[in-house]
């Protein structure tokens, strides 16, 4: 039972242009969702949040909108840069279900081409 | 400050060895979390501990013990490792405010033949 998915395991964009990483959730009760970036050999590192009660979040060049009506939020990152080329992995809180208990997804390899 | 640290980094067991996998953090969190990621499968949770002394089960808690040595240590271990159990785990610490916001170590790229 995936309970957060990303059902798109990769994606390939050229630099300058917008990457846009999509991942839908099944379970009502999560309310905090969070992106983590991760490189290869390297541990996961927490990007941007956003929280049920809003429904965009922005810290850069990444915003995350949140669409809770569709359990669906998205990470656009404008512009995409080279650097930016990692599995991007989406997680999901719910209240009273552990404390900082994450679901991850399955990950979505992002190649950012020069 | 070197964050959150993990030993081994690499380890190939034979089926049936046990082994202590070791996580170390330094910035005075209270929780701490054990994941193993599997492709195609994210991060799913093992064990974690909202705080020194407790300790509760995640998704996969099966073939595994947990024991939180003190604030700063968190140790995972397989007493008799399994070819499922061949995974890369990765130790995660949070502290009290932010504490979905989970700093993560290197990992630990663990075979078991």
């Known amino acids: 039972d995936q309970q957060v998915k990303q059902n798109s395991p990769s994606l390939s964009v050229q630099e300058g242009r917008i990457s846009i990483l999509n991942c839908d959730y099944t379970?009502?009760?999560?309310?905090?969702f969070l992106w983590y970036k991760k490189y290869p050999a390297e541990g996961p590192t927490f990007l941007i949040s956003?929280?049920?009660?809003?429904d965009k979040n922005e810290d850069g060049r990444f915003t995350v909108f949140l669409n809770k009506s569709a359990k669906h939020l998205s990470l656009h990152i404008v512009p995409s840069q080279p650097g930016d080329s990692a599995v991007y992995f989406c997680?999901?809180?719910?209240?009273?279900?552990?404390?900082?208990?994450?679901?991850f997804g399955q990950g979505t390899i992002l190649t950012v081409h020069p | 400050n070197a964050g959150v640290t993990q030993t081994p980094k690499f380890q190939v067991l034979k089926t049936g060895q046990s082994m202590t996998l070791q996580c170390a953090q330094d910035m005075n969190h209270n929780s701490m979390y054990w994941y193993r990621q599997d492709p195609g499968m994210g991060l799913r949770l093992i064990y974690y501990?909202?705080?020194?002394?407790?300790?509760d089960k995640g998704e996969v808690p099966n073939g595994y013990n947990v024991s939180r040595l003190n604030k700063r240590e968190f140790s995972l271990r397989l007493e008799s490792a399994a070819p499922s159990q061949t995974s890369v785990y990765f130790c995660a610490s949070s502290g009290q405010i932010s504490y979905n916001e989970q700093f993560f170590g290197p990992g630990t790229r663990l075979t078991v033949l």
């Open positions: 501990s909202a705080s020194e002394g407790t300790t």
């Open positions: 379970n009502s009760m999560f309310d905090y």
């Open positions: 997680a999901a809180s719910a209240p009273f279900s552990g404390y900082g208990k994450l679901t």
């Open positions: 956003i929280s049920s009660i809003k």
